[in-house]
């Protein structure tokens, strides 16, 4: 190992054990605090080996800079595990369809039926549903006095919305229901530890059934996207057009492609709706669980976002993009939980960050929650501290690479476009419109923060809370 970093002029980093490399220096330690604890040793741009698998790892604003805008032509998402591929998923998906100007094709599908600026405008009313959906959901919950589950109820809100984007239709309860929880259990399988990820020689063998798992699961889920699918099959012939995304993929489907144009399929159908399904969903109702959390274990900051909507608002929720505080709230939020702590990618060729080179073909992993935690640039990096976004000019896109919480450049998340609406509608709702208190027995110093490494870093025993009407 030693004389491969010196060849190869590698970044520095622990020295690996035989046949298990680092994963002992990483422990029992969540993934992105782990990288972080080594980073404090051996730099923010450094490289560990999991099993037989080198990854290169930057924890540093200015080696995600050089990485990402320098080199910003050169990498792509990459990092996929083993689970990922169960049931043909990963062969299809638009976060590793190969080759690249396919995938980003998918990418453009994907920002013009759903994600665009004016196909946002067009959702206008759907959004507004969703809101008022969420909102029953915990009114009900109000009326009787139970605690609810901000982020459950906000997940449903999400698929209801992005079903109803993509179909023209909501699905049927039941399986609406199914879908959420497929979903979610496919986030959960594609982000556990996983020995074939650490040693791919023996891949095949899936010695712990994740694949396996995930391959039934996307199955099931597939199934029931088939039967949507199949049913504007066979009314499109009887009724005017939608223009969605199943009726553009099936025009798209029915066209002789190009040389080196996407081939719209089946299979690419399924697994694309079941991307913008977990993408979109998942991080805003993240967002939204860890802000409520915060916001109850710090009265002071949830005073300051209340008194704002109270001053400005008046029941035009739909205008809540504007507000300071609430921006503010949402950015700190992001920052103390950085929803997507490792985001990973692959070098497509050899490239150099700051004097080391970075072999093609490497895995790099570039951990935002380290540089969101950084205390030279960061005071007080683990305290919940709103005000601090008040006078600084960061927005989403991750043009400051202190904050990138969806990444930066052409890697930006697809569903930003989104989220920026819904997040500020949906928690400003649940701030103005209802007072929120504990279930008796529980304090603010006793919500458990603990977090739950995934594709998105969710709080590891979701926050339940009891909601008043105002």
Known sequence: DRIARTSHNLPPGPRPLPLLGN?????????HRAFTRLAQRHGSLMSVRLGTTRVIVASSASAAREILQKHSAHVTCGNWTDAWRGGGFGANSLFSFQPLHKRRALRRLGMETLFSARRLDDLLQLRHDAVNGFLRDVSEHAASRTPVS????AFAAMVTLLCRAMFSDELDGALSREIQDGVREAVVLVSAPNVSDFFPAIAGADLQGLRRRMGRLIARIFQILDRTIEQRVHSRDKAART???VDVMLDMAQKEPGDGDLTMNRDVMRTFCVDMLAGASDTTSNTIEWALADLLKNPQAMRKLQDELKLVLGSKYLTL???LILQAVI??????????????????????VQGYS????????VNVWAIHHDADFWSHPDMFIPERFLHRNFDFLGR???FIPFGSGRQVCLGLPLANR???????????????TLPNGVTRDRINMTEKFGLVLSMANPIHAIAKKK
């Open 422 to 436: 819904m997040v500020p509608i949906m928690l400003g709702s649940l701030i103005h419109q209802f007072e929120w």
């Open 321 to 323: 993009t504007n507000f």
């Open 400 to 402: 400051d690479f202190n």
């Open 23 to 31: 994963l002992l220096d990483i422990g029992s330690d969540l993934p």
């Open 243 to 245: 223009h969605d995304l």
């Open 331 to 352: 950015k700190e939020t992001l920052r103390l939980h950085s929803l997507i702590p490792l985001i990973g990618y692959r070098a497509e060729t050899t490239i150099e």
């Open 358 to 365: 970075i072999p093609k073909g490497s895995n790099i992993v």
């Open 150 to 153: 901000v982020g459950r109820a």
